[in-house]
């Protein structure tokens, strides 16, 4: 039988045992939770309730969920790898069970276990989604199966909402995981829309280096800099797209990268600013005429209105079909030249270190994500994403916020 085990949030997990069956019973005599349980509306009584947690007791582990020192579920691994939960009526809707099922997962992983699995009724919309946001899939009738043998070889990440806090920085957690990759020498990149400028001063700050994917997937460097791949449009092209927001009096400020350079209209323009600040790195003022024949435009950003944003986003792309487009947040409109994505770079970074995109993991938390998420073999959305993201059939972690990715790094086990 395992010890007792701390969750975050305050939540412990203490080994079962018959203390608190008569608080347990009141839960269990809730029609609507025996419904979802065990597909019937028949509540149990005191002798059917000691029977269950005899079972559950000699087949496995189980434990009292505990919060602020009273219990409010009670959840159990089985030897099999079964994974059972229940939480009291007045706790559910609290992320509870999203810390029970992973402390299990992680339990699992400890014992050696290859797998777990729930059995959950197809009416039992909540407990689906909350397993299936874990990596679960059904197998057959009512049986969600998580594989804890995935093989993972690499791991990337976007940067702004994700590896990223609010106020731009790593936290210390992540920091660690990172590092506890890198020594097993698995290789962590990040991926994200900043140009190259906008994100080696992490390297300083959190004392460490990798290959990066900038400019949303036309530019990639290895981790001393040296740049693997580069496919940019032309600075003509970039001056067409700036004459027609121009042209069109849209609410938006238009931004030209290049490997080494950030061109505006304005330095003054109060959204160039936030984004300096953000970013921090000064731009320039200039035009795509300021550019050489042979510079290469990696990415441009139409800083937008975002009550704007849909129309500019539909006729932008109406007018320029050879190039991709993509938010990275609500009043962000990404370009790159067609054919450039977070998920084609991904590819080829693979490749480049002969790795299996089977074996990657990603994690993210926009629509500019997608792509780069759908390309990898285990893709996380981190809890902060868009609820239309997250309806999508994406596993999901905690937020940036939250120690997201360690988190989920932990529940694969590549780090302890």
């Not at 001063?201 to 900038?214: G, K, N």
């Not at 409109?333 to 970074?349: D, N, P, W």
Request: net charge negative.
């Amino acid at each position: 039988m395992s010890g007792q085990r701390m969750t975050e949030n305050g939540i412990t997990l203490i080994p079962y045992d018959n203390r608190y069956d008569e608080e347990a019973l009141k839960w269990y005599q809730d029609r609507e939770l025996c419904l979802m349980m065990d597909g019937k509306e028949t509540v149990y009584d005191r002798d059917r309730l000691s029977v269950m947690y005899a079972y559950l007791s000699a087949g496995g582990d189980c434990f009292w969920v505990m919060l602020d020192g009273r219990p409010a579920g009670d959840v159990t691994l089985m030897k099999n790898g079964e994974i059972s939960i229940v939480i009291a009526p007045e706790h559910q809707g609290k992320g509870i069970g999203r810390h029970c099922v992973r402390e299990m997962i992680l339990l699992a992983r400890e014992k050696g276990m290859s797998g777990v699995f729930a059995r959950i009724y197809d009416f039992n919309l909540k407990s689906r989604k909350l397993f299936m946001s874990f990596g679960f899939r059904k197998t057959e009738a009512e049986k969600y199966v998580l594989s804890l043998e995935e093989k993972c070889g690499i791991v990337f990440s976007d940067a702004d909402g994700t590896l990223l806090t609010e106020k731009k920085e790593i936290l210390p957690g992540t920091v660690d995981a990172i590092l506890q990759l890198q020594k097993k020498g698995i290789p962590f990149v990040i991926v994200s829309g900043r140009h190259p400028a906008a994100l080696v001063h992490l390297f300083d700050t959190y004392h460490f280096r990798c290959p990066l994917i900038c400019c949303g997937g036309g530019l990639i460097l290895d981790e001393n800099g040296a740049v693997l791949y580069e496919k940019g449009f032309a600075p003509e092209r970039a001056g067409d797209v700036a004459r027609f927001i121009e042209e069109k009096g849209f609410r938006c400020a238009w931004n030209i990268y290049t490997r080494d350079r950030w061109i505006v209209k304005d330095r003054n323009d109060a959204r160039v600013k936030t984004v300096e600040d953000i970013l921090r790195v000064r731009s320039e003022e200039g035009t795509a005429e300021d550019l050489g024949e042979n510079e290469a435009v990696d990415k441009m950003i139409l800083i937008c209105d975002p009550e704007q944003m849909p129309r500019i986003e539909k006729e932008t792309k109406q007018a320029f079909p050879d190039l991709f487009m993509a938010k990275s947040a609500g009043w962000i409109l990404e370009i790159m030249q067609g054919g450039v994505t977070k998920g084609e770079a991904v590819r080829l970074l693979c490749g480049r270190l002969n790795i299996p995109v089977e074996e990657s993991v990603a994690f993210g938390d926009h629509d500019n994500d997608l792509d780069m998420l759908k390309a990898c073999a285990v893709p996380f959305l981190m809890a902060n994403a868009p609820q239309g993201l997250k309806e999508r059939n994406f596993r999901i972690t905690d937020s940036n916020e939250e120690d997201g990715i360690r988190k989920a790094l932990l529940q694969l086990g590549l780090i302890v």
